[in-house]
């Protein structure tokens, strides 16, 4: 039996934040600065490839004025995500806990956009 794009979605998003969990935890048992960076890296790229999966699903499974709108939110969104993420890294300005604290920002937020786009198909 075949799964609706919303079932493919949320079961994608499962397994990725399955993988995501397990890097948080690494990157808060790391006891260096290089893992600390190695494993804010790992969360953000499956955050991306999770975000990435479900953006295509948005983009072939919706109307094309309602997917408009969408990514019309999505361009502003990606604005707001990197500024967050900058704003978040400059308390340390420069520091070797700045990159970590900007991967995981973008990491973070991205995983909360995937459960967003998500509700466009249902």
């Given at each position: 039996e075949r799964r609706t794009p919303f079932e493919d979605a949320q079961m994608t998003l499962e397994s990725y934040k399955y993988s995501y969990d397990e890097y948080n935890n690494q990157l808060s048992e790391a006891t260096n600065t290089l893992e600390m960076v190695e494993y804010s890296e790992a969360m953000y790229e499956i955050s991306d490839d999770c975000l990435n999966y479900i953006w295509n699903l948005v983009r072939y499974n919706t109307e094309e004025e309602e997917y408009n709108k969408i990514l019309a939110e999505?361009?502003?969104?990606?604005?707001?995500?990197?500024?967050?993420?900058?704003?978040?890294?400059?308390?340390?300005?420069?520091?070797?806990?700045?990159?970590?604290?900007?991967?995981?920002?973008?990491?973070?937020?991205?995983m909360e956009r995937c459960e967003e786009l998500i509700e466009y198909l249902k």
């Open positions: 999505q361009r502003e969104w990606i604005s707001e995500k990197e500024t967050k993420a900058k704003e978040a890294s400059s308390e340390y300005e420069g520091g070797s806990l700045a990159s970590v604290t900007y991967n995981e920002t973008l990491a973070t937020l991205t």
